[in-house]
């Protein structure tokens, strides 16, 4: 519980700006250190490896059970392992409250470099977090990177503008540069209704008078927020934003997307496309603009692709009216599900077939891949125990060939098939070692009753493979096992 504070990382106002064209941004628009504008900065230590943010939000943390905590580990020539590692919650030195009862600390993780000083920092949500009166009001804690990586000295707290209870601040997070003038990426954060901008203030290190808004949409399309993503889809040089839901009103739980357009302005609402509430970005087919991957593990069908079982669409970038479809907003996206000749497996109700998505290249032939999660797929009559796809990209976008997918009880797989575990409810592509090619992380937060369980698949020759996969938990770094929860949120 906390009651109402400043904070260093000082809230900016969120702008909606109709009707204003794509001006063409200032060199210094474009991030540094190789990273395209839509990238996510991981490097915390910056020694040119990305590390890996996962979150525990049912863990134990200083005796209160569900207070949350995160485990870091640190990328390097061999890849990221389990001696450089820590585990960081709000009972960490500098870190600002203390570990309570449900607050979830770690259930939404998101980096980018905040401050621009060539580290990335971590943002963790904490919706649960009271702030005094008001339950579940949320809040969020941004960790700073450094050359010896993160630790809580310093670190900032974010609560919304005008607290709310039961409102989960920090439910979802997304950092990258929307804008031109601001020297290091802004940050995205949305409740249970809302979105709201910040921005790092070296100078004033208060937070001034703030506004946000309800997520943009056409009528008939509003959404209840679920998650965010980032990528530059027009090639501006801009970050852009989707934030991604499930729509509400009169025909509630489709998958629905609004995209917000990087310009020198700011963000700019552009249109809603559907899609959702899972979503990733990348560059699928090598062109130069980011596409967006968008999940539907469970929502009903509206009369286009079905969602028996799951449905992932790709709506390709470019350089039209919009970030998305070729030539502008409304173009059709291309559907895949199970059944999509090529594709292992076959759709079933309660797959999950994209509850959550990575897209980068993990075989290193320029066109990133695209991660997919079903936790809820059975596994012979083992219900609920989870599975991982990989679809590969090409020149001509999203292909079955060579598609893999893996389960527990597959060839090389460390573990056994188990009932309610959840494989793949967070997958995460991560270049590591600096390769150039994006190993695989899967998470079962289910895994031995809720503690959960993070497995590697490393990359071979031909990509992603299962030969050399090898397991983790809390425990490893000194986190409290029991019910933690662990893998249920995976920085992207």
Not at 38 to 63: C, H, K, N, Q, S
Not at 321 to 328: E, F, I, N, Q, S
């Amino acid at each position: 519980m906390r009651t109402h504070r400043p904070a260093a990382v000082v809230a900016a106002s969120f702008l909606l700006l109709s009707g204003a064209a794509v001006a063409a941004p200032p060199a210094h628009a474009v991030p540094s250190a190789g990273l395209r504008a839509g990238d996510r900065a991981t490097d915390f230590d910056g020694d040119g490896y990305e590390d890996v943010l996962i979150g525990a939000p049912g863990g134990t943390a200083g005796g209160r059970t569900g207070a949350g905590y995160v485990t870091v580990q640190y990328g390097g020539p061999d890849g990221v392992g389990t001696v450089r590692g820590a585990v960081l919650d709000q009972n960490t030195a500098g870190v600002p409250g203390a570990a309570e009862t449900g607050d979830g600390f770690g259930r939404a993780l998101a980096t980018g470099d905040l401050d621009s000083d060539g580290y990335a920092d971590a943002v963790v949500g904490v919706p649960g977090e009271d702030i005094e009166p008001l339950g579940d009001a949320g809040g969020v804690v941004v960790l700073w990177g450094s050359p010896t990586g993160l630790s809580g000295t310093g670190s900032a707290w974010l609560q919304a503008p005008a607290p709310a209870a039961g409102a989960a601040f920090g439910s979802a997070l997304a950092a990258a540069r929307f804008s031109p003038d601001i020297p290091g990426d802004q940050l995205a954060v949305i409740d249970r209704t809302d979105l709201t901008q910040f921005q790092y203030d070296e100078r004033t290190r208060k937070a001034p008078a703030t506004r946000t808004g309800r997520v943009p949409g056409t009528p008939g399309h509003e959404i209840a927020p679920r998650s965010l993503t980032t990528g530059d889809y027009d090639d501006n040089g801009l970050a852009d934003l989707v934030v991604s839901g499930l729509t509400t009103g009169t025909e509630p739980g489709h998958g629905r997307s609004a995209v917000l357009l990087g310009e020198v302005q700011g963000l700019r609402f552009d249109h809603d496309l559907r899609g959702g509430p899972a979503v990733a970005s990348g560059d699928i087919d090598h062109d130069g603009y980011d596409d967006l991957v968008t999940g539907e593990p469970y929502s009903p069908d509206d009369g286009g692709a079905t969602t028996t079982g799951g449905v992932v669409g790709v709506y390709h970038g470019s350089a039209g009216d919009g970030p998305v479809g070729a030539g502008g907003p409304g173009t059709p996206p291309v559907w895949w599900t199970q059944d999509t000749p090529g594709v292992p497996g076959g759709a079933e109700a309660g797959d999950g077939w994209g509850a959550d998505l990575s897209v980068a290249d993990t075989d290193g032939d320029g066109f990133a891949d695209v991660a997919i999660g079903a936790p809820g797929e059975d596994i012979g009559t083992v219900a609920d125990a989870g599975a991982v796809w990989l679809l590969r990209g090409s020149a001509q976008g999203l292909t079955a060939t060579g598609a893999a997918s893996w389960d527990q009880d597959a060839p090389g797989i460390p573990g056994a098939a188990e009932r309610g575990d959840r494989w793949g409810g967070q997958v995460r592509l991560s270049d590591d070692d600096g390769d150039a090619r994006a190993a695989l992380l899967a998470a079962a937060p289910g895994e031995n009753t809720g503690d959960g369980i993070v497995w590697i698949l490393p990359v071979g020759p031909g990509g992603v493979t299962a030969t050399g996969s090898r397991t983790f938990d809390a425990g490893t770094f000194g986190g409290v096992e029991k019910s933690a929860g662990y893998g249920g949120a995976i920085d992207e």
